[in-house]
């Protein structure tokens, strides 16, 4: 967005509508200057064609503590090198996905962790996988992270789609959290906008340990935030249970081809 567009469209706006849109901007800011270049990590970014691009949006606000920060970042490096997603891959059209790793919290707190990179195959994989559990978040330096910015966390995706170097028939954004949008401005205006540009938001909603079992969070997740083409959430019933359902997560979004079934919130 120009400098000239946005004052044009912060003259027309009401005061309310004008602080959204310069917190929206702001955060975008942020994201632009901590997300990853349009350079992919392994590949000449003009010749990144491939199947579908992921976006992984990790949560690492301060409540995420060091066993949902393990969960996470070894669930996705887990996922990523598994059987299932190197064959899923390997019967798309081009047999290549393209996948990035951001952490995010607060609006404008976001870190890059894997940058966009190409996976064709297992030793791809193990490679971004080796990434991930390097520069992913431990859990043990929470202070000053600030709440749960869904909303960023889709802005920031949505950004880093809108920037892929390259073609890719499908575009996801892949939240991972164990919260509602709590910090920032509301989900529902980042939702419209990601689906408007065709992009799919899906989410695994990490439980409590003493949810609620009338208001899950996988309900909120599924009512408020995932939205597009085949978009739905999962939600693991325990620790052991989030490398299985983020495995199936994957294989879904990242199939071309095939289509498995995936309920709306759960891994059965």
């Given at each position: 967005m120009s400098k000239l567009t946005a004052n044009v469209l912060l003259l027309f706006a009401g005061p309310g509508k004008r602080a959204s849109f310069l917190l929206r901007l702001a955060?975008?800011?942020?994201?632009g200057f901590w997300a990853p270049t349009a350079y992919a990590a392994n590949v000449d970014g003009a010749k990144m064609n491939v199947d579908v691009a992921v976006v992984f949006a990790v949560d690492?606000?301060?409540?995420?503590?060091?066993?949902i920060a393990d969960l996470q970042r070894e669930g996705h490096a887990a996922a990523l090198t598994s059987p299932e997603i190197?064959?899923?891959?390997?019967q798309n059209y081009l047999g290549c996905i393209g996948v990035a790793y951001f952490e995010w919290s607060s609006p404008g707190y976001t870190r890059t962790v894997l940058p966009w990179t190409r996976v064709c195959g297992l030793e791809d994989a193990k490679a971004?996988?080796?990434?991930i559990r390097k520069n992913g978040d431990t859990g043990y330096l929470r202070r000053g992270r600030g709440g749960t910015s869904v909303s960023a966390a889709i802005d920031v995706g949505s950004?880093?789609?809108d920037r892929f170097p390259g073609n890719a028939m499908k575009?996801?954004?892949?939240?991972s959290s164990n919260g509602e949008?709590?910090?920032?401005?509301?989900?529902?205006?980042?939702?419209l906008n990601a689906i408007a540009k065709g992009y799919t938001i899906n989410a695994i909603a990490i439980p409590?340990?003493?949810?609620d079992p009338k208001q899950p969070l996988a309900s909120y997740f599924a009512r408020s935030v995932i939205g597009g083409s085949q978009a739905f959430v999962m939600s693991p019933k325990g620790p052991h249970d989030y490398v299985t359902a983020l495995r199936r997560k994957l294989v879904t979004e990242v199939s071309m081809n095939v289509r498995p079934h995936v309920p709306a919130a759960g891994i059965q």
């Open positions: 955060t975008l800011a942020a994201a690492f606000s301060s409540s995420i503590a060091p066993r190197i064959r899923a891959i390997s971004a996988a080796s990434v950004l880093l789609l575009k996801v954004i892949d939240i949008n709590n910090d920032g401005l509301p989900v529902q205006p980042s939702r409590a340990d003493d949810e």
